[in-house]
């Protein structure tokens, strides 16, 4: 499995989001993508990285797109 | 001390202010409960390693020390980090480090009360902050925060201290509803005046007003403590969540 196939994974597990939406998904875009939801993703996304975020990087995940960057500080190239 | 009922068998516990105290003495009963403990202190000094030495000696665990001054944020983060790099599990964390203050609100700098937050309320979160993190992953976790009697009653003297103390009850309540969907659960024990190092450094007319409010007339002792902390770490206390347990033998 490709990184970029765990990052979706992660995204399709934790909003149920579909493959034509993902990519476009921003913070409370959708309704699952709330707060309570976006501390399920960084769980999930620490756990599939085996990293641990920093709290500034955990505000600034605003975006799919935005995490792919946020990642390549944690050695996590998508 | 209790006798062990091994109730922490293959629980890893965080503990702050390992070296003195309360926290000592928790170290201690956490360990005859079968737990492996990761001792907190500021520096490293040959009798906080000697008793880390016995006590894992003792009771067959293993029990480990890690340093850092909660004045200093960076340190705590990587501090923190170096467990979280090791994959280290951490079950249960017991925020017991705290500074004591007293003194009348006029008598106090605003410096002051900001350096009691620091060590009582913020850096406090910080660690919850880096731990709960761990918990999440694991879908597990039992915080104890060391609160206080006068965090939750209005005492002469202590509007520093007490007000960090109030602020670390709120953070429990309030992140007992955070953290249930990760079943972690947080808690806070709020002591009235134990016999620490900490009550000897009390002026004496404030000490006797505490304990003669007190029904049992006494000071707790730091076993008596740290009882409490060792039934809200473990599954005996499984549906204990958001409460502050007063130890106070009975404030008025």
Known sequence: MTNLDKYNEVFFTNFQANDSQISTLTYQSIPAWDSVGHMGLIASLEEAFDIMMDTDDIIDFSSYEKGKEILKKYHVVI | ?252
């Not at chain 2, 990587?78 to 006029?106: M, P, W, Y």
């Not at chain 2, 960090?164 to 079943?183: D, H, R």
Request: glycine share 8%.
């Open chain 2, 1 to 252: 001390m209790l006798s062990s009922n091994n109730i922490l068998t293959d629980k890893t516990a965080l503990i702050t202010g390992s070296n003195r105290g309360i926290g000592k003495t928790i170290v201690e009963t956490f360990a005859l409960n079968g737990a492996s403990v990761i001792a907190c202190a500021r520096k490293e000094t040959k009798e906080h390693q000697a008793f880390l030495n016995d006590t894992s000696e003792k009771y067959g665990v293993t029990v480990r020390p890690i340093y850092f001054d909660l004045a200093n944020e960076i340190e705590i983060k990587e501090s923190l980090k170096k467990l979280i790099d090791e994959r280290c599990r951490i079950d249960i964390l017991v925020n017991n480090a705290g500074v004591a203050h007293g003194g009348f609100l006029q008598m106090t700098t605003l410096k002051t009360i900001k350096e009691v937050f620091e060590i009582n309320f913020f850096s406090q979160l910080m660690i919850i902050q880096l731990v709960s993190r761990l918990m999440m992953r694991q879908k597990c976790g039992s915080i104890v925060n060391m609160a206080s009697v006068v965090g939750m009653d209005g005492y002469p003297g202590y509007s520093a201290y007490g007000s960090s103390k109030a602020a670390l009850i709120y953070a429990t309540k309030t992140l007992a509803m955070e953290f249930a969907p990760y079943n972690i659960r947080i808690n806070a024990i709020a002591p009235g005046l134990t016999a620490t190092e900490m009550a000897t450094q009390m002026e004496k007319k404030a000490k006797e007003i505490l304990v003669g409010d007190s029904a049992m007339k006494r000071l707790a002792k730091p076993q008596e403590i740290a009882n409490v902390a060792l039934f809200l770490a473990s599954d005996l206390s499984s549906f204990i969540n958001g409460q502050v347990l007063r130890i106070d033998g009975g404030l008025k």
